[in-house]
Structure formats: C-alpha cells, structure tokens
C-alpha cells in the first residue's frame, strides 16, 4: 500500500505537486519505453537516492519497497516456469524492475506531496468532482484499514479465528454501510 504523506522540510517536499508528478509520469514512460536493465537500474538508484535527499529514513525506503517485493518474486517466478531459466531471467528483467521503481518513485511522490495538494492538483485539470473523487479515495485507505483491525480484534476476543477471508463479509458489510452514510450525506449537501 502506498505510504503516507511525511512532514519533513526538504527540497523535495518544497516542490510543487504538479512538477513531481510530471518527473514521475516522465520516469515511468521512459522506463515503458525502454525496459532495460543499466536504464532500470540506474533510475532505482536515483529514485533511491531522493529519499535521504527527502529526509526520509531507511525504514520509509523499506515501507516503499515492501509491497512490490512479493509482486516482483511472483512475476520472476512466472517468467522463470513460462519460459525457462535463462529467456525467463531476460523477460523478467523489464516488468519487474519497472514496477519496482514505479512504486518507490509513487511512494516517494506521496510521502512528500500532501493528499490534499494531490486532490487539488486532480480537481485543477479534472473538475471540482474529480478532486472530491480523490480525496475521498485517499480518505477512504485508513478508514479501511482501521475497519478490518477493528474487525479481527473482535473476531480474536470472542475466540475466533481472525483471517482476513473470515472477516471479510463483515468488513464488506461495514463499509457498504459506511459508503451508504456518505452518499446520503453528499445528497443532503446538493452533491
């Protein structure tokens, strides 16, 4: 999962929403464009390098990289039973490296970016509803999270298991019901 916005005072945090999210859309394409390993590399390495630059710790860097790791092991071990060791190794090497800078250069945007600036920036070029669209969504991630931790502790104290597949349908049911209480407030409001 995406980070959250971390408040340092960096020159990476100074730039404006919109110049990050060009250099990011820039880096991805010009990795789609170009999927090779010295070009994956070094641009793993410069985006890397931007999060002491951003004051960011080690521990921000690993928050970053955690997720794509077992993407990246499932999409390697694909390429490898698919097409064999040595033409799988080749073919991994594309997808997986872009998906690795992809997501630690979306990280970095948005442990130094604020919600609000990026919901801003969506509402500018898209329409006030699209900037209500994002930051609602950006809202909604920790209102998630907090639900399905809610929801497992329950489960544990009457003794039950707690696996996510077993919460699941409360957890679904919540959230509807939660999602519901929203558009009926939006509807109040006119919007």
Known sequence: MLGRYV???SPLHRTPAAAKLLAMLALVT?????PRPVPL?????????????ARLRPVHLWRALRPALLFAVVLTVFYLVSQGVSDGARAAIGPVGQLVVGVLAGNLLVFTTRASD?????????????ELLVALTIRSIPTVIVVV?????????RGQRA??????PTVLVRLIRDADLLGEALVARGI
């Open 7 to 9: 408040p340092r005072d």
């Open 30 to 34: 010009f990795l789609a464009i170009l």
């Open 41 to 53: 590399a070094v641009s793993a390495v410069v985006v890397a390098a931007l999060f002491p630059v």
């Open 118 to 130: 990026l919901a801003a920036l969506a509402g500018r070029f898209l329409g006030w509803r699209v």
């Open 149 to 157: 931790r809610q929801t497992r502790e329950a489960a544990w104290a």
């Open 163 to 168: 696996s996510l597949v077993r919460v699941l």
